[in-house]
């Protein structure tokens, strides 16, 4: 089964910290571009970050410095590390594997930021 498991929101005060991951299963993870994406409430669905298959990251410029990207292969978990929480990093995140023959997309898991 082709599928991407998100685990690691919650709730979290403003300049504070979570460690998101995304489980793989029923794909070659090593051969995938993967990514997070996500979505507030009224807003479009936007690209965070992605990390190539040989390690290469990209970040959009409202995380930099913030948030890291990671992958373990062995694992076929990606994973992405949030410093500095602000109030409008609060949306439900999406990690995205870009593979053939399909893109696959989790369920998403929601991140809170709020005192």
């Known amino acids: 089964q082709v599928q991407l498991v998100e685990s690691g929101g919650g709730l979290v005060q403003p300049g504070g910290s979570l460690r998101l991951s995304c489980s793989a299963s029923?794909?070659?993870?090593?051969?995938?571009?993967m990514e997070w994406y996500r979505q507030a409430p009224g807003k479009e669905r936007e690209l965070v970050a992605y990390?190539?298959?040989?390690?290469?990251?990209w970040y959009m410029d409202s995380v930099k410095g913030r948030f890291t990207i990671s992958r373990d292969d062995a694992k076929s978990t990606v994973y992405l590390e949030m410093n500095n929480l602000k109030p409008d990093d609060t949306a439900v995140y999406y990690c995205?594997?870009?593979?053939?023959?399909?893109?696959?997309w989790g369920q998403g898991t929601q991140v809170t930021v709020s005192s």
């Open positions: 995205k594997a870009v593979t053939y023959p399909d893109n696959v």
């Open positions: 029923g794909f070659s993870f090593s051969r995938a571009l």
């Open positions: 990390i190539t298959r040989v390690g290469g990251t």
